[in-house]
């Protein structure tokens, strides 16, 4: 199924289903949190949510996104949450779908679609693209702090005295409950929320000045460090995938 988000962001309810789930966005940024951490998908990637699991969805303004429920045991996707490379021929292959009728018989054109669908779907890889979220209440404050305000620079003795820890604790604690360093975790976060707003259409010094970064170098650094090129050429790419 496809859905259109209005003007205003939107955010899904906690739930679960028994159907394996495929998020795709096609436009716009999403990111889904699923047992305890936040998964991004952007544009020529999709989140893979097995059946049984509990997730929320939330995504920018004017979104556009495909939705793929496949039945257990019907393929070898992944028994975890993942995000997954999406080819042209798979993003097309949904898009069509998304047009016919859910109900179909196996040997019919539409079935014999999901077929060559499901086949490609399970050679695609995996991409890095998640953030850890703890379980620790006072790691949670942390992480939930910096979510609300992802441009807070507060040094990592700052937010050791904000949850009453001393820092070799809560060094430990981040370590054991996200398996990152406090300053791993933060770029990640930053990371993720760049690719976020970048595909909602905000520009490298809008999303620069929205993280806190001193200047548009500094960011583009940990950006081409995290995923191998610069904003620009990242999305450019996506681009010519796409086309």
């Known amino acids: 199924m496809r859905v259109d988000v209005s003007d205003h962001k939107s955010e899904g309810p906690a739930h679960r289903h028994s159907e394996g789930q495929l998020v795709l966005a096609l436009k716009g940024g999403v990111t889904c949190e699923v047992a305890n951490s936040i998964w991004m998908v952007p544009p020529t990637c999709a989140v893979w949510v097995p059946g049984g699991m509990t997730h929320s969805i939330r995504a920018t303004a004017n979104a556009r996104i495909c939705f793929l429920f496949v039945k257990a045991g019907t393929t070898q996707l992944p028994t975890e949450c993942c995000t997954l490379s999406i080819t042209p021929l798979i993003r097309e292959l949904i ?131 995290a995923l191998g090129k610069p904003p620009a050429r990242y999305f450019a790419d996506m681009q010519q995938s796409r086309a």
């Open 95 to 225: 898009q069509h779908l998304a047009d016919l009728a859910q109900e179909f018989e196996i040997d019919s054109p539409a079935g014999r679609l999901v077929g060559v669908l499901l086949e490609q779907l399970v050679q695609m890889p995996v991409e890095k693209l998640h953030l850890p979220m703890p379980d620790d209440k006072r790691i949670r404050r942390i992480a939930e702090m910096l979510s609300d305000d992802p441009a807070d620079r507060s040094t990592f003795p700052t937010w050791a005295s904000r949850v009453a820890m001393n820092e070799r604790s809560l060094s430990r604690l981040m370590l054991k409950e996200t398996g990152l360093s406090f300053g791993r975790w933060r770029r990640q976060l930053h990371l993720l929320v760049a690719l976020r707003e970048l595909s909602a259409g905000a520009t490298v010094q809008e999303v620069s000045g929205a993280l806190g970064y001193e200047s548009v170098t500094a960011f583009i650094t940990m950006f081409k460090k």
